[in-house]
């Protein structure tokens, strides 16, 4: 079983000032036969992983072992190397010292947790605007979502808003950091400032900013971050949920199982369990030690590179996919706020007549690019800037880049884009099970999928 074939030699050239990735030379095949360099333009879904983490992960995997409760010498080592990432997680978000970190599965995860945790009654306000992820995990008649503001200010006051109308008791306000549908930056210090004027905690979901901007919760004020690790340039499998430990300490542990216990006594007729303190006692299970580590490692690389390169190669690539978008004939673009206000590098957009799976389709069979097509978790969000955008269509196009990015990727996409318009596709497209697929699709798959 070998990459060897589709990802050539590690090599950090793609641009020698930032923290290099793994996947700068892997390579796909098109419907045409040839085999091109992948243009990822989907890193808002999940970045690709930096060689300083591969590199750690390799290191830890002959000592990965049980973590707490094993006496061995690896035990010991994964235990240290699990908790110290806590340290390194506290740091990267800026939190408070007796803030507490949960490990969790991804954003999803950390904000379901945080959910759970609510003393009993605690109203919830939030924008319409939220990915899923911070939108499902609060319902009932505490919660009061806010419609989708159309300028930063019209978000603030509309907080203040809701807030006036909650009732006395404990509240919490959930901001996004960065939408992950416009990549537009939240006012989140204004908006904490009057989530604090009126008695709320302020949860962040950081999962759009994290990996883009240095995240402080303490200068913005706020008191929960969550984020994951795959859209932080680490694998998949562990996220975090940062922040104060009351209510995580007073609730009921999110998963009841080893590891989140102190003790269980046979009662008779029930059992007497005591439960572990935060942040164990949210951690039921064999926690996933390697993927803590990879995103503490993630996050240490990238505050240690430091990130005005990483800020300044983003906003050029971003200024040039902008700018290479408007001269598609029919684009048009999704925003919340407008054009001007400050973004992370995502942009979202329609194209007119041209339906967004199918074009995705389109560049990654006959182009190597790799977008993403649909809502993006956020269909009341996208819906509402499809409608606000004027577009015909019920889907967009979304195109994000990172540290895994090029000037020729986003050359390549604008090209693209301009060739479908001006003279449709090159090959046959077919829906299958709801998804446009080349008919046929001659594209080998890699031999670790295939050999055996
Ligand atoms: N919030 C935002 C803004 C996101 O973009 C995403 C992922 N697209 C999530 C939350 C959920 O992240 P995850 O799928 O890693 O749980």
Redesign the pocket.
Request: net charge negative; with cysteine; hydrophobic share 35%.
């Given at each position: 079983m070998t990459l060897a074939h589709v990802v050539e030699p590690r090599c950090a050239d793609a641009h020698p000032a930032l923290p290099a990735v793994t996947s700068a030379r892997l390579t796909v095949p098109l419907v045409d036969g040839r085999r091109v360099p992948y243009a990822n333009l989907d890193h808002?879904?999940?970045a690709p992983c930096l060689e300083a983490v591969q590199d750690a992960v390799n290191e830890l995997l002959p000592w990965y072992a049980s973590v707490h409760r094993g006496a061995g010498f690896a035990s010991r080592v994964s235990t240290r190397v699990y908790e110290q990432a806590r340290d390194t997680l506290r740091a990267f978000v800026g939190a408070h010292r007796g803030d507490t970190v949960v490990f969790t599965?991804?954003?999803?995860?950390?904000?379901n947790l945080l959910a759970r945790c609510l003393p009993r009654g605690t109203s919830v306000v939030l924008f319409d605007t939220?990915?899923?992820?911070?939108l499902l995990p609060w319902r009932g008649p505490n919660v009061r979502r806010i419609p989708t503001p159309e300028r930063p200010g019209d978000a603030v006051v509309a907080l203040e808003d809701a807030l006036r109308g909650c009732p006395t008791g404990p509240r919490l306000v959930v901001i996004?950091?960065?939408?992950?549908v416009t990549g537009e930056v939240w006012p989140v210090t204004r908006l904490a400032e009057v989530a604090r004027r009126h008695g709320a905690r302020i949860a962040l979901?950081a999962?759009?900013l994290a990996p883009h901007r240095p995240v402080d919760a303490r200068a913005l004020d706020v008191d929960y971050v969550?984020l994951?690790g795959?859209?932080l340039y680490a694998p998949f499998g562990a996220?975090a949920l940062v922040g104060r430990a009351d209510w995580l300490q007073a609730a009921e542990p999110y998963l009841s199982g080893g590891g989140a216990t102190r003790q269980v006594v046979d009662w008779g007729d029930r059992l007497g369990v005591s439960w572990s303190a935060v942040p164990e006692r949210h951690e039921a299970g064999s926690p996933n030690v390697v993927g803590v580590h990879a995103l503490a490692v993630a996050c240490e690389t990238l505050d240690r590179h430091g990130w005005e390169p990483i800020m300044t190669h983003e906003r050029l690539l971003l200024d040039r996919l902008r700018t290479g978008l408007a001269t598609v004939p029919g684009y048009t673009g999704l925003s919340l706020f407008g054009p001007d206000n400050d973004r992370v590098s995502v942009a979202s957009f329609t194209v007119t007549g041209q339906d967004p799976g199918r074009l995705a389709a389109v560049l990654s069979a006959e182009h190597g690019i790799g977008v993403r097509d649909g809502l993006?978790?956020?269909h009341i969000a996208t819906r509402r800037l499809l409608d606000r955008a004027g577009s015909t269509q019920q889907r967009a196009l979304r195109a994000s880049l990172g540290l895994g990015s090029t000037v020729e990727h986003v050359d390549r996409l604008v090209a693209a884009l301009r060739s479908v318009v001006a003279d449709g596709a090159g090959w046959n497209y077919r829906l299958i099970d709801g998804r446009w697929t080349p008919d046929p699709d001659p594209r080998p798959l890699p031999p670790f999928l295939t050999a055996g």
């Open positions: 808002a879904a999940s599965r991804n954003t999803t995860d950390a904000l939220e990915h899923h992820a911070a996004t950091g960065a939408s992950n979901d999962a759009q969550a994951s795959h859209k996220g993006f978790c956020a």
